[in-house]
């Protein structure tokens, strides 16, 4: 781990701005995925802003009866609070269901969503990899790429977004709520705040430099049914290799979204208008335009298959 500079910052609007001025500056607090990525000199900030004392780990309802969950919140509060188990509890499964019970005490609500791949290409600092270093090419693509994107990948990057919450965050339509370094707020829907990799994976979100994550805001409960239905190569400790979100209405209709398949959580507005069709309808929309390579073909029936099983345990409840 190469040296850095350390400050503590006492407001949202101070850390926004030092992060802007301060070249190679970067935003701690879990640590949970920033520690690792500096271990391994794959994240290299010189100056590290400590987020830890802003006072943004409540989770408060909001007047239009939805809760806004500070960016500090941790993800096992999350998960365990007795209003996200109640009405939204396609989120606190999710929850549940990523990494352990000792990063989850640790992990926060904004470093959940933006937490980095876990491609193997991306670890080795001895590949080459555009989201490391932009230009250098892809590894996965001809490489090993069991784990990697079936959709919306590009000829630059194949990798996929690894956070289960950030999921159930695009079926709820979330909203993520920042400040930028000159004070002022901003509003992202979670729909627009991760991105496709195109020509730049490297640029892995809406966030301009320096701005800072302060809360994500949930609309008001949907009611119905909620799943989160992960598959992975082992029972815990293990990224997905196809997700499924789902909520289900008692009249058929509903909202799904995929993790494990994309460079962002996968939601296609088409696939909810079909869920009255069945499960088959909703993966011919959200599988359209799907480009797996030979070792990642599988994922295709693997989510026709999970999606099918939701329906079918949602028909039985």
Same mark, same amino acid.
């Given at each position: 781990?190469?040296?850095?500079?350390?400050?503590?910052?006492?407001?949202?609007?101070?850390?926004?701005?030092?992060?802007?001025?301060?070249?190679?500056?970067?935003?701690?607090?879990?640590?949970?995925?920033?520690?690792?990525?500096?271990?391994?000199?794959?994240?290299?900030?010189?100056?590290?802003?400590?987020?830890?004392?802003?006072?943004?780990?409540?989770?408060?309802?909001?007047?239009?009866?939805?809760?806004?969950?500070?960016?500090?919140?941790?993800?096992?509060?999350?998960?365990?609070?007795? &209003?996200?188990? *109640? !009405?939204?509890?396609?989120?606190?499964? $999710? #929850?549940?269901?990523? %990494?352990?019970?000792? =990063?989850?005490?640790?992990?926060?609500?904004?470093?959940?969503?933006?937490?980095?791949?876990?491609?193997?290409?991306?670890?080795?600092?001895?590949?080459?990899?555009?989201?490391?270093?932009?230009?250098?090419?892809?590894?996965?693509?001809?490489?090993?790429?069991?784990?990697?994107?079936?959709?919306?990948?590009?000829?630059?990057?194949?990798?996929?977004?690894?956070?289960?919450?950030?999921?159930?965050?695009?079926?709820?339509?979330?909203?993520?709520?920042?400040?930028?370094?000159?004070?002022?707020?901003?509003?992202?829907?979670?729909?627009?705040?991760?991105?496709?990799?195109?020509?730049?994976?490297?640029?892995?979100?809406?966030?301009?430099?320096?701005?800072?994550?302060?809360?994500?805001?949930?609309?008001?409960?949907?009611?119905?049914?909620?799943?989160? &239905?992960?598959? *992975? !190569?082992?029972?815990?400790?293990?990224? $997905? #290799?196809?997700?499924? %979100?789902?909520?289900? =209405?008692?009249?058929?209709?509903?909202?799904?979204?995929?993790?494990?398949?994309?460079?962002?959580?996968?939601?296609?507005?088409?696939?909810?208008?079909?869920?009255?069709?069945?499960?088959?309808?909703?993966?011919?929309?959200?599988?359209?335009?799907?480009?797996?390579?030979?070792?990642?073909?599988?994922?295709?029936?693997?989510?026709?298959?999970?999606?099918?099983?939701?329906?079918?345990?949602?028909?039985?409840?």
């Amino acid at each position: 781990m190469r040296a850095f500079s350390y400050h503590r910052a006492q407001s949202p609007a101070e850390a926004a701005a030092i992060a802007a001025r301060t070249p190679g500056a970067k935003f701690i607090a879990g640590g949970t995925n920033l520690l690792d990525l500096m271990k391994l000199e794959i994240e290299t900030p010189q100056h590290l802003i400590d987020v830890n004392g802003l006072a943004l780990d409540k989770i408060e309802a909001t007047p239009g009866g939805g809760l806004r969950i500070g960016a500090l919140v941790r993800n096992t509060d999350l998960a365990s609070d007795q &209003r996200v188990r *109640r !009405d939204y509890g396609v989120l606190s499964r $999710a #929850l549940l269901a990523g %990494a352990s019970a000792q =990063l989850r005490n640790r992990a926060t609500t904004a470093g959940n969503l933006l937490q980095r791949t876990r491609c193997p290409y991306f670890y080795d600092t001895n590949q080459p990899c555009n989201k490391r270093q932009p230009g250098s090419g892809c590894a996965a693509i001809g490489g090993y790429s069991r784990n990697h994107a079936i959709l919306g990948a590009s000829e630059a990057c194949i990798a996929t977004h690894p956070s289960d919450m950030a999921v159930a965050m695009q079926l709820l339509e979330a909203t993520v709520e920042t400040v930028k370094p000159d004070g002022a707020t901003r509003v992202i829907p979670i729909a627009d705040f991760h991105r496709l990799p195109g020509t730049t994976p490297h640029v892995e979100n809406a966030l301009l430099p320096g701005e800072l994550i302060t809360s994500v805001t949930l609309p008001k409960p949907l009611g119905g049914t909620h799943v989160y &239905r992960k598959v *992975r !190569d082992r029972a815990s400790y293990a990224f $997905a #290799l196809v997700s499924v %979100a789902a909520v289900i =209405l008692p009249d058929g209709n509903g909202r799904v979204a995929l993790g494990g398949v994309a460079h962002k959580p996968w939601r296609v507005p088409d696939a909810d208008a079909s869920m009255p069709r069945g499960p088959q309808a909703v993966a011919e929309r959200l599988l359209s335009g799907a480009r797996p390579s030979a070792e990642s073909a599988f994922k295709l029936p693997l989510v026709q298959r999970t999606l099918a099983s939701v329906f079918a345990d949602t028909r039985k409840g």
